[in-house]
């Protein structure tokens, strides 16, 4: 089955300075989803990479899938207090809509 | 923006006792999924569900559980016979469809925190 690793499990950073997130797969992806989640709420929806070496950015945050498609980066630049919470990465089981398997996730804490 | 919403936030059950878990997805979607979240684990898939009928179930989802769309808005998951371990974050989530995949992101509802006594 596929498994989803990522690191760090967690992270405390000062505010404005950049961090980077990374999520590993045990198998090639079909796509990989980045999704933020509040402790103890919902997944909220960032970025989605399909194809081998994708870069995709909104606001601060930028995504990455590298070319052989088994490790995903997510990079936050000038991080501020918003943008604590857990990330998390999915992956879908084959090329269409399917279940997703998450990561561990990683805890982002942003201090003043 | 359209959302995914689910009631209630919260629910606290007697072992033994069923549950209902409600949500209503994005208004244009034709997947469901249900997925859980225990206390400090991953967030792990258990049904989706297409055209009235299962799609897909983990072992997680045995005869215990049962999936139902009453109405063209209500999703539900119902919990017979509620267990310790069925204590739990229950989150939905529901998608365009089989498209390219620019379609086919799974947006997540808030979720329904379950506890079981």
């Known amino acids: 089955s596929q498994e989803l690793e990522q690191s760090p499990q967690s992270l405390i950073v000062q505010e404005g300075k950049n961090l980077t997130i990374n999520c590993t797969s045990s198998?090639?992806?079909?796509?990989l989803y980045w999704y933020k989640q509040k402790y103890g709420e919902g997944l909220i929806f960032l970025m989605m990479?399909?194809?081998?070496?994708e870069e995709k950015s909104h606001e601060k945050i930028t995504a990455k899938l590298d070319e052989k498609k088994q490790q995903s980066s997510l990079h936050i630049t000038a991080s501020q207090p918003s943008h604590a919470g857990i990330y998390l990465c999915?992956?879908?089981?084959?090329?269409?809509?399917?279940?997703?398997?998450f990561g561990t996730g990683t805890r982002l804490q942003v201090t003043l | 923006e359209p959302e995914v919403t689910q009631t209630p936030s919260h629910q606290v059950t007697q072992m033994g006792q069923e549950v209902i878990l409600r949500c209503v997805p994005i208004?244009?979607?034709?997947?469901f999924y249900w997925y859980r979240q225990i206390l400090g684990q991953k967030v792990e898939f258990l049904v989706s569900?297409?055209?009235?009928?299962?799609?897909?179930k983990s072992e997680i989802f045995d005869d215990q559980f049962s999936v139902e769309r009453p109405d063209g808005s209500n999703f539900t998951l119902k919990i017979r016979s509620t267990k310790l371990e069925d204590s739990a974050m229950y989150f939905c989530?529901?998608?365009?469809?089989?498209?390219?995949?620019?379609?086919?992101?799974?947006?997540f509802g808030p979720g329904t925190r379950l506890l079981v006594l």
């Open positions: 989530a529901s998608g365009a469809g089989r498209g390219g995949f620019g379609q086919e992101t799974q947006y």
């Open positions: 198998k090639t992806l079909y796509g």
């Open positions: 990479l399909q194809k081998g070496g």
């Open positions: 999915g992956a879908p089981h084959t090329g269409t809509a399917s279940k997703l398997t």
């Open positions: 208004s244009n979607h034709l997947y």
């Open positions: 569900f297409y055209n009235n009928e299962i799609s897909e």
